[in-house]
């Protein structure tokens, strides 16, 4: 079984396109073949050692975090969501390799050959995977997931109004 979150689950797809009989079974969360590169294009990243020295001073200047808060927010959440889980989750963003957001593109596709079990689950408020939001879109994207999936039983879930607390 193979099992990744956002662009890890990016990384299980390409490893399942090169490699389709290593794994019964993939898990994605926080994925979908749709990506808004409208609301990541626009992005203002910085390294992340000059936005928090003290949480990032041994990282090189290729990691970068994004640097306002305000356009986090709206990439990764939209609908009813919590506000406080946003703040949080911006106080302790992670890194990421400037290199990793020029390669995405190549990443939202099938894995073509792949004949195991998928279960997808990608919430309706999540705005990179699920522009637009609401569950009609994401019910409509995550469906389009499971016909590029033909073979094999699969399960798309969308995690209807899934909150997370504080």
């Known amino acids: 079984m193979a099992v990744g979150h956002s662009f890890g689950s990016s990384i299980v797809i390409s490893i399942a ?3 389709p009989n290593d794994a019964s079974a993939l898990v994605l969360t926080g994925y979908s073949l749709t990506i808004d590169f409208r609301v990541v294009q626009n992005l203002k990243l910085e390294p992340a050692v000059v936005h928090s020295p003290s949480r990032f001073l041994s990282v090189p200047l290729g990691y970068v975090v994004m640097a306002n808060q305000t356009q986090r927010e709206h990439a990764f959440y939209n609908g009813a969501y919590n506000p406080a889980v946003a703040r949080h989750d911006f106080a ?7 290199a990793e957001f020029g390669g995405q593109a190549t990443l939202f596709h099938p894995a073509v ?8 689950a990608t919430g309706a408020e999540d705005n990179i995977f699920c522009p637009n939001g609401g569950v009609p879109t994401c019910e ?6 499971g016909t590029a999936y ?3 039983c699969k399960q798309l879930r969308d995690l209807r109004g899934a909150r997370y607390g504080t």
């Open 17 to 19: 396109l090169n490699h």
């Open 140 to 145: 409509t994207i995550l469906g389009e997931l």
């Open 113 to 120: 050959g792949y004949t195991g079990h998928v279960l997808a």
């Open 92 to 98: 302790y963003e992670d890194i990421v390799a400037d």
């Open 150 to 152: 033909k073979s094999g």
